[in-house]
């Protein structure tokens, strides 16, 4: 951190109109910032980085430390219906939770969108910082996709905003940003540079398009490095060799693109069900969206700071008695189907990473709450959400007819072409796929309510 990162985190009252800062020891000169040093003219003294912690220090010491500021008491933004996959707001809390009341009450994306994007980030920071006490230690890193029906739900904002606020608190060596990789042997080369690494991809089908082309090793590269820090290709004209790479992944697309973009490479290897998938509606409220105080921008930083003095040099985190037991039993009775693949691992991954965020060094039982809460919502998303696999346009439209009517209910003709964006395959395949599910009784036409639902089996 350099000298007005300090000064924002530990004095953030002194931060006065003009952008320049009260002296903190004498209450009254106005600071001279400099590059290394600020100086105070009332004291007639130079402040270094480490004089200014020293100082802080003391003032902790002493009892006058900078209270936490509270939490900003703007609620969350519900989405637009409480349908299926609505997003559990009451978890968010600490350091993410501030962070998403306040981006989301000033820009238009939902809050669930900057919550997870700050989580991915700070899972990255901490990878090799702390891990739940047990023989397996699974890093907290996410592979985050976001998820919205269209450029309305400001997917890209919450990523931009989110690493802009990262990488203005942290230097490059600790949190590294990669915009883009088009095979395993440029993210070798990338990771030469920092291990640590969260990739960013505005489009995902983007990423998914290179994972397709021939001989790439891409796909098999990233799978592996979910769960482990190193991965091997060696061939004729490659060589590539990743280790200890700290990876975690932050994305968007729309539900659509999502629903039909993979092959069966993907499914095959189990990368679609490494990803953590969050849905959200974002609402067009600001024309031009005002700037956030600095104050406010200040006070989220030192609860970053916060986060980071808990965690300190890293260590193991323990799991209450009482806490374990619940998640125990969740484990034990988790549904065991394709949507429910390596949710156990991660409750594993988010449970740590919950605990700091709120500033803990122990999972407690309202930690694995939260895990499990989590981890119950992302099993509906998925299976609201799954993949369509099919290599038909005709059949593709048919499961989306069946998954819209069993998500939303009766729904008009109108109703039904919007959600299943029927003009994008054409009307003659919607007119035709409806046709064939009418056929087959499995939706029928309800004449009273002239809607279309679906059949009881």
Request: charge should be neutral; include cysteine; hydrophobic fraction near 35%.
């Amino acid at each position: 951190m350099n000298i007005t990162d300090i000064l924002l985190a530990g004095w953030p009252k002194n931060l006065r109109t003009d952008g320049t800062f009260t002296c903190p020891a004498c209450g009254k000169g106005v600071l001279t910032v400099g590059d290394g040093a600020a100086h105070c003219p009332g004291e007639n003294r130079e402040f270094t980085t480490g004089d200014l912690l020293t100082l802080l220090q003391q003032s902790r010491s002493n009892g006058t430390e900078p209270k936490t500021p509270p939490k900003q008491e703007v609620p969350p933004r519900q989405s637009k219906t409480e349908s299926p996959g609505a997003f559990p707001h009451e978890v968010m809390s600490g350091f993410a939770g501030n962070f998403a009341s306040l981006f989301s009450s000033y820009t238009e994306a939902p809050a669930q969108f900057y919550y997870f994007s700050a989580m991915t980030m700070l899972g990255n920071v901490l990878a090799d910082k702390i891990v739940v006490e047990s023989q397996i230690a699974t890093q907290p890193r996410l592979y985050c996709l976001l998820l919205g029906e269209s450029a309305d739900d400001r997917k890209s904002t919450a990523i931009s905003q989110t690493v802009k606020f990262f990488l203005d608190f942290f230097t490059r060596k600790d949190f590294g940003v990669c915009h883009g990789v088009g095979s395993a042997e440029g993210l070798q080369k990338r990771l030469e540079e920092n291990n640590k690494l969260l990739l960013c991809f505005d489009e995902f089908k983007a990423f998914v398009a290179k994972c397709k082309i021939e001989s790439s090793v891409l796909l098999p590269c990233l799978t592996t490095l979910f769960e482990s820090g190193c991965y091997e290709s060696r061939t004729k004209t490659s060589d590539i060799s990743i280790q200890n790479a700290q990876i975690s992944i932050l994305g968007a697309s729309t539900v659509p693109t999502y629903e039909t973009m993979w092959s069966s490479q993907f499914t095959d290897i189990g990368f679609i069900n490494r990803l953590w998938i969050v849905t959200g509606h974002g609402e067009r409220r600001f024309s031009i969206p005002p700037k956030i105080p600095v104050t406010d921008i200040s006070n989220l930083r030192y609860d970053l700071q916060a986060v980071l003095q808990t965690v300190g040099t890293g260590f193991e985190m323990p799991v209450d008695k009482d806490a374990e037991e619940i998640y125990h039993t969740w484990y034990m009775n988790l549904d065991h189907s394709v949507h429910s693949r390596r949710l156990d691992g991660y409750a594993l991954r988010l449970m740590p990473l919950l605990a700091v965020n709120d500033r803990k060094r122990v999972i407690d039982l309202e930690t694995v709450k939260k895990a499990i809460r989590l981890c119950d919502w992302q099993l509906e998303v998925r299976k609201l959400h799954d993949p369509i696999d099919s290599d038909s346009v005709l059949a593709r439209m048919e499961e989306k007819i069946r998954r819209t009517l069993r998500a939303r209910g009766a729904l008009t003709e109108r109703e039904l072409k919007q959600a299943t964006h029927a003009n994008r395959d054409g009307l003659w395949v919607f007119a035709q796929a409806k046709q064939n599910l009418v056929k087959a009784c499995e939706i029928a036409w309800n004449r009273g309510e002239k809607r279309y639902e679906t059949v009881d089996a």
